[in-house]
């Protein structure tokens, strides 16, 4: 959501409504959330605390950069999600993110506010979980599931980076699909 807000910051669609109104929602959504978690594992000595703790390796672990856990993070990724839309997904959101830093509109791409709107949402739904997961992947093994937060928002990028190909990548491409 903070990435979202920023974003859209940034080409000058947001209020300041939506700022306090999205900053209720957070406080009340988190305290609503985690009242019966917090609860819970009051009475039952923290078990749960502790247990996402040892599986995020924020206790127990004795340094903080482990390599060989990136590669397989990775390698989870591309057996989970096929390599195909993981390329596509990674294609097209760096084309999103760069086009969002662009000084002006490319590939004909219309100044739109919804265009703008829905490019920071497909940004924020993947790209700080993505790179989160990643970055996190160097201290400690990341479950292959986790990372599908990010799923929802990468496979409509890579689904516009297949129509991007489809229809500008040449004959080729058309042929592939038949």
């Known amino acids: 959501a903070l990435v979202y807000v920023l974003g859209l910051a940034k080409e000058g669609l947001v209020t300041r409504r939506m700022v306090l109104g999205l900053a209720a929602a957070i406080l009340v959504g988190t305290l609503a959330g985690l009242a019966p978690i917090l609860a819970w594992n009051v009475e039952n000595d923290f078990v749960a605390f502790r247990h996402v703790a040892a599986l995020a390796g924020v206790s127990g672990n004795t340094s903080f950069i482990r390599l ?3 590669p397989e993070h990775v390698a989870a990724q591309l057996g989970v999600i096929t390599p195909w839309w993981l390329v ?3 294609i097209a959101g760096w084309r999103c993110l760069k086009s969002a ?3 002006k509109e490319t590939d004909g791409e219309p100044a739109d506010p919804d265009v703008k709107r829905l490019r920071w949402l497909l940004i924020a739904g993947f790209w700080p979980g993505w790179l989160g997961f990643l970055v996190w992947s160097l201290h ?3 479950y292959p599931n986790w990372p599908a937060v990010c799923y929802a928002a990468g496979l409509v990028l890579a689904g516009m980076e297949l129509e991007r190909i489809l229809t500008k990548g040449g004959s080729w491409a058309r042929r592939l699909v038949k």
Do not use: G, H, K, V
Request: glycine share 0%.
């Open 68 to 70: 060989e856990t990136m």
């Open 140 to 142: 400690t093994q990341i």
């Open 88 to 90: 596509l997904m990674l």
């Open 101 to 103: 830093f662009a000084r």
